[in-house]
């Protein structure tokens, strides 16, 4: 059953319309939010995260009566280039030196 000229614009409007709307629904689903807002976990790639990771690793070693050396480095970078920050130690096998 052929379509007149009139009801095919309406149909192609109406098919527009929903293809438009759907899209606004897929870039409000991908907005993202400000940062201070996330619900995730801390940056712990960071400089700032690294040192803290390196912190908790020193304080619980030096409440077992263990003295250790934590630093913090650069181990890489993400695939942006951006650089990742990591712990380094003088623990052996997760363990201080005896």
């Known amino acids: 059953m052929p379509f007149d000229a009139a009801r095919r614009e309406e149909i192609t409007d109406n098919f527009?319309?929903?293809i438009e709307a759907k899209q606004r629904d897929e870039?409000?689903?991908r907005r993202l939010r400000p940062a201070s807002t996330r619900r995730g976990p801390d940056d712990l790639l960071s400089p700032a995260?690294?040192?803290l990771i390196a912190v908790k690793i020193r304080e619980f070693w030096a409440a077992a009566?263990?003295?250790i050396k934590v630093e913090v480095v650069q181990a890489g970078?993400?695939?942006g280039g951006d650089p990742?920050?990591?712990v380094r130690s003088d623990l052996?096998?997760?363990l201080p030196a005896r």
């Open 16 to 18: 527009v319309e929903f």
């Open 27 to 29: 870039r409000r689903k």
């Open 49 to 51: 995260g690294a040192a």
């Open 65 to 67: 009566g263990y003295q």
């Open 77 to 79: 970078r993400t695939p």
């Open 84 to 86: 990742i920050f990591g």
């Open 92 to 94: 052996r096998g997760a």
